[in-house]
């Protein structure tokens, strides 16, 4: 909704395709929002802990979370081993950003009016 009607409607005038407007005008400007959404739906895979803890009985097929729940037990906590598996579960996600963000300034930057 935030791409300007001015542009569908000039490229209309120019004979452009309704595919060839989407292909190459409205999706290049929707790119920084597609990947913000899936973003924030990989996060919400990555760190969901209920779900799988609902549907998921075999050990050998729990995730990540769920595996960072078994260093903490009724008495003690493994703080050492509990720190390092929380940074290696951490890891993707930043790497994830890091590519991502690269996107966010294009999309900023590339508004398609002057």
Do not use: C
């Amino acid at each position: 909704m935030g791409i300007p009607h001015e542009l569908t409607v000039s490229a209309k005038i120019d004979g452009a395709s309704e595919f060839r407007i989407y292909a190459q005008i409205i999706l290049p400007l929707a790119k920084p929002a597609v990947l913000t959404i899936g973003l924030f739906t990989f996060l919400g895979a990555w760190g969901d802990f209920q779900g799988p803890l609902i549907y998921l009985n075999d050990p050998e097929q729990w995730t990540l979370s769920i595996g960072l729940k078994q260093f903490i037990r009724e008495n003690t906590v493994a703080w050492g081993p509990l720190m390092a598996a929380s940074t290696l579960f951490t890891v993707p996600i930043v790497i994830l950003y890091f590519f991502v963000q690269k996107k966010f300034i294009e999309g900023i930057s590339m508004t398609g009016m002057k």
